[in-house]
């Protein structure tokens, strides 16, 4: 799934910031999912342009049918709820409506150590693993909630969508977004609203997701002392079948200082 975003500040590499979900990734993910759930539609049926985003054209001269059979058009807007070039209905639009911080630990995690595994081969035959401590972890996570707005010239309309999005997040979807760090918790779908839109009735209806999810960073371990220490002893080279190398030890010390 493509979200058409990236994080164009470099702090997140600089302070070694691995996954933060907080409010860029949750909507950016249930847009991705919306997106690709209704391009396999044929009545609501969700067509991209080269960038990524709705096709909306200027629709005259368009056929009433343009769109379901081809990509001439979108059928249906998905994207943020604060675009304003343009009004299409039907839209799903979505917005972000914060975030608390929910510790998952008193100390964030902290004395967690990952460790790599080195893999050692004296030429012997002799193979020895090591666990490498590589970084320090911490990690905690956020609670918030995403709103979910659905405008519809016709009240069907507006039904439909509703409870399609409501299957796709809770039942269809569901493994995928956890899998991307994403927990959707309860899911409410509110009443519908009706409003004067020049000549037409606007019917809208808003979704709430309560959601959760993480952050992690990994610290490498950059002041880290190895020494390996060899000891060996050969036999009686003078015999006619000697064994080199038959006592061959190796002793590993790693001292670890522990400092971020």
Known sequence: MATNNFNKSNLEYVYNIIQHSMIVFPKEIVLAVLKDFFSHDQYYKYNNDEWGFAKTPDHTDLPLGAGINDNLTTRIFIGENYRQDIIYYPSILIKSNGSKYVPISINRNQGTIQYKKILYDDGYGNLTEISRPEYFV??????????????????????????????????????????????????????????????????????????????????????????????????????????PAINLNIDTSVTLSNIF
């Open 138 to 243: 911490t990690a905690g996570a956020w609670e918030g909630s995403l709103t979910i707005d659905v405008k519809t010239r016709s009240l069907r309309s507006c039904d439909d969508i509703c409870q399609l999005v409501a299957m796709a997040l809770t039942e269809i979807y569901f493994d995928q977004l956890v899998e991307s760090g994403l927990i959707i918790k309860p899911l409410n779908i509110g009443g519908v609203s009706t409003t004067e839109d020049r000549n037409d009735k606007l019917f809208t209806q808003s979704i709430t997701l309560d959601i959760r999810n993480e952050y992690r960073r990994e610290i490498p371990i950059e002041t880290l002392i190895e020494s390996v220490l060899f000891s060996i002893e050969f036999d009686d080279l003078s015999q006619k079948y000697p064994s």
